[in-house]
């Protein structure tokens, strides 16, 4: 800045325009001079006038910056999603204005859903309504398998939509595991449905008392898991655990009553879980030969195997028929399993000449040529014929199958492939090559047995996590894929062979990282991308 002083100045007018240059003067340099430096609007100052540029007016404020977001990744579930579509955003967690409505269309068919995940994530459940700021939003519809469904988060809404039921309820247990995991679930959508349609948990509830309580406490956590089948093997040599209308007699002393198995089934069907339940025959049978010991196997030589009836006598037949059709009212699930192993009479080396008993009745029925595998075949066939008409599909263990006779187990059944130990036991491919369906209960991955009996050992969920694979139905190798179609899944299974071995709390602890690396490789038999100990660590967080 320039300042003209006009005319000749004296005395204190002097002293004050010397004054005010100085000052000025040392403004112009950025030193502070207080407010009697600051000049007048009109730019005069005592003793003169100051002319000046137009004030620099300050810079525009700075636009507020739009918050930009990583690309997002996976939900961190289990089992892992197969499909995700990464997006940028905040993504979704639970808020004050946070509710879960259905679409109006589907309101009766997911309310049951709905209700349960607004629960969990402890927010209001508000019905048939549009989706407001913040919402969960369930609806039916896409393609897909009923047990496939579509995740999707944008615009700080969540909207969950499959073809079935079951589908739109997974959704909701990777809501609610990803909210568990981390606090949020991603920006994103998810595209998920499983590998395998059957993924299970059997226990041996006969040898050993389990409580209604610890039953649905498995099947709670079954389907956070996305399992979706509970097998109940309840009769065997050691006890009888189901209440009987028709033969109260063969009931052990601790037992399920019926109005506790209509709750452990209907807790099943609102998780969207099958109950499988087990009549094991024609071995197996203890509980009801103590009962009916005019049914005991006996061999030529009066040895009385434990377990088996005489499957020669009619009245064994129409025992095991009676229970059949008492128990198929109870449980009206899809499946049904008639057992079959085990039979000791086969187990022999000679059976015509151990039981000759067996041989006649088999010749009586197949022909001269028949033999005691052949009457073993139609036993099977005949529980079969007494399931078949409920529409159960029905399956029986691999060694209940018996090649080189006469007659042949009927096609519709599937096999619960367990073991090559048995004699006589025939190879997965056996079975795969002539068109049956599989389902995988390898007992070298997949067998807990209680107290560790004949060189079994309690599996880890290391070893199914890192080894297994449906594919793998006997031993370590795996049949060639080709068959994968034919596999529809598999199951975990808890044998109480020693059943003061272990308390039913530590059977519940012992199978939770099993089961829970079950469910990933039966959902996606891909190599995970978590290393073994980042999938432990989830497990946790997810609970």
């Not at 609007?41 to 003793?47: D, E, H, I, L, T």
């Not at 000046?52 to 977001?69: G, I, L």
Request: hydrophobic share 40%; glycine share 10%.
């Amino acid at each position: 800045m320039r300042y003209s002083i006009r005319g000749p100045r004296r005395g204190p007018a002097l002293m004050a325009a010397a004054v005010a240059l100085v000052t000025v003067a040392a403004c112009s340099n950025g030193s502070s001079a207080g407010p009697s430096a600051v000049a007048s609007p009109s730019g005069s100052v005592p003793g003169g006038t100051v002319t000046s540029a137009p004030p620099t007016p300050p810079p525009p404020p700075s636009p507020t910056p739009t918050r930009t977001y990583p690309l997002s990744t996976a939900p961190q579930v289990i089992p892992a999603v197969r499909a995700f579509q990464a997006a940028r955003g905040p993504g979704w967690k639970p808020g004050p204005g946070t509710g879960v409505v259905v679409a109006a269309k589907d309101a009766a068919a997911l309310s049951d859903e709905a209700r349960l995940i607004a629960g969990e994530l402890h927010v209001p459940y508000r019905g048939a309504a549009a989706a407001g700021p913040g919402d969960v939003s369930l609806a039916l519809g896409g393609t897909g398998g009923t047990e496939s469904y579509t995740l999707a988060v944008h615009g700080g809404q969540v909207r969950i939509t499959g073809p079935g039921q079951t589908g739109v309820f997974y959704g909701t247990r990777t809501l609610k595991q990803s909210v568990r995991s981390t606090g949020a679930i991603p920006e994103g959508t998810v595209t998920d449905a499983p590998a395998k349609p059957q993924r299970g948990l059997m226990v041996d509830i006969a040898r050993k008392y389990f409580s209604a309580g610890w039953i649905e406490a498995r099947l709670r956590e079954m389907a956070d898991l996305k399992l979706n089948q509970l097998g109940l093997h309840f009769s065997d040599d050691q006890g009888f655990r189901i209440a009987s209308d028709t033969h109260p007699e063969i009931v052990s002393a601790q037992h399920l009553t019926k109005a506790e198995v209509r709750r452990i089934v209907a807790l099943a069907q609102s998780l969207h879980i099958a109950v499988v339940p087990e009549i094991d025959s024609p071995g197996h049978l203890g509980a009801v030969i103590a009962a009916h010991p005019d049914l005991q196997l006996v061999s030529a030589t009066g040895r009385t195997p434990r377990g088996a009836v005489d499957i020669s006598k009619p009245a064994a037949g129409k025992i095991v028929d009676e229970l059949l059709r008492e128990y198929t009212g109870l449980f009206p699930g899809a499946y049904w399993h008639l057992g079959g192993d085990e039979y000791v009479a086969l187990m022999s080396s000679n059976p015509e000449a151990s039981y000759p008993q067996l041989a006649r009745a088999a010749t009586a029925r197949f022909g001269p040529s028949a033999r005691v595998q052949d009457l073993a075949t139609g036993w099977l066939n005949d529980r079969a014929a007494v399931v078949r008409p409920t529409g159960k599909a029905m399956r029986a263990w691999n060694d209940g199958f018996y090649a080189g006779g006469v007659t042949s187990a009927a096609g519709d059944l599937q096999v619960a492939y367990w073991t090559g130990r048995e004699i006589g036991a025939r190879l997965p491919t056996a079975f795969l090559s002539a068109g049956r369906k599989v389902i995988n209960y390898n007992d070298e991955y997949l067998y807990y047995v209680l107290g560790q009996p004949n060189n079994f050992t309690y599996p880890t969920g290391r070893r199914i996590y890192e080894q297994w694979t449906p594919l793998v139905l006997r031993g370590t190798t795996p049949v060639p894929a080709r068959y994968d179609p034919q596999i529809l899944g598999g199951s975990f299974a808890v044998w109480c062979d020693l059943s003061a071995a272990q308390t039913q709390a530590q059977v519940a602890d012992g199978i939770r990282m099993p089961l829970t690396a079950l469910s990933q490789k039966l959902w996606d038999a891909r190599r995970p991308s978590l290393s073994w100990e980042a999938f432990k660590g989830l497990a946790v967080r997810v609970r």
